[in-house]
């Protein structure tokens, strides 16, 4: 039994979720082992209700669990400039505007104060 591929475009989220974006040439990135490390030890994305993309150069990329179109995945680095052994950390707002990026891991508070500013309506 074959798992499901879904197609995934940022326009296809805008106004609904802020995303981040993390690029690493495979799971085994140092890079990208530390980044998500640092993101479970946090609990940074459940209670802002954000979504993770998962996109790497050797193997199969993700939307938060669900593995993504290989032309989903070429579409999101194109879009992002982003080269195959490359490691960055792509932080899309609510409003489906980049808010930040990072050729190295953030720290969870960074990640934080980024999607909360992007999340809260000011007063």
Do not use: W
């Amino acid at each position: 039994m074959s798992q499901s591929h879904t197609s995934f475009r940022l326009e296809d989220v805008r106004g609904t979720h802020p995303i981040i974006l993390l690029f690493a040439p495979s799971d085994r990135s140092p890079a990208y082992e530390n980044q998500i490390a640092l993101l479970q030890e946090e609990a940074v994305l459940a209670p802002a209700g954000v979504m993770l993309a998962r996109i790497f150069t050797n193997g199969d990329s993700y939307l938060d669990d669900v593995k993504l179109e290989p032309a989903s995945a070429d579409q999101l680095r194109t879009q992002c400039h982003v080269d195959d052994d490359m490691f960055l950390i792509v932080l899309i707002g609510r409003d489906g505007t980049e808010k930040r990026r990072d050729d190295a891991p953030l720290q969870p508070a960074v990640i934080l104060e980024r999607i909360s500013d992007s999340t809260k309506s000011k007063i």
